[in-house]
Structure formats: structure tokens, C-alpha cells
């Protein structure tokens, strides 16, 4: 059995770059949104995906 190992990302410049590729992509603005609130919030992906979208308040 293959264990993936994921370490976080530590270096600015390539979150940068990061956000940059998503941009790129054909959804590329909601991935870009998401990957930003991932880091901005410390959620995963998993914990983000499975909200609703009246879940979260803007103050």
C-alpha cells in the first residue's frame, strides 16, 4: 500500500504561483477563490466542499 505524504506550502511565492496556475484553469476564478479561503481559514478542501453556500457569513 502507497502512502501519499502531503506536507503544507511555506513558501509565498509559490502559493503565488499556485493561484496563478488555478487562475489559468476553466473554472479557474471559484478553484483561486477556494485555494485562498483554504489558507485564509487553515480548512481542507474536504471541509470547504462539503458546506453549503448559506453556511458561510460576510461581516
Known amino acids: 500500500m502507497v502512502r501519499h505524504v502531503c506536507e503544507p506550502i511555506r ?3 509559490t ?3 499556485m493561484i496563478e496556475v488555478l487562475r489559468m484553469r476553466r473554472n479557474g476564478f471559484r478553484d483561486a477563490m ?3 479561503l483554504g ?3 487553515a480548512l ?3 471541509d470547504l466542499f462539503n458546506r453549503e453556500s448559506g453556511t458561510f457569513r460576510m461581516e
Open 11 to 13: 513558501d509565498m511565492e
Open 34 to 36: 477556494l485555494f485562498e
Open 15 to 17: 502559493v503565488k504561483e
Open 44 to 46: 481542507r478542501f474536504s
Open 39 to 41: 489558507l485564509s481559514t
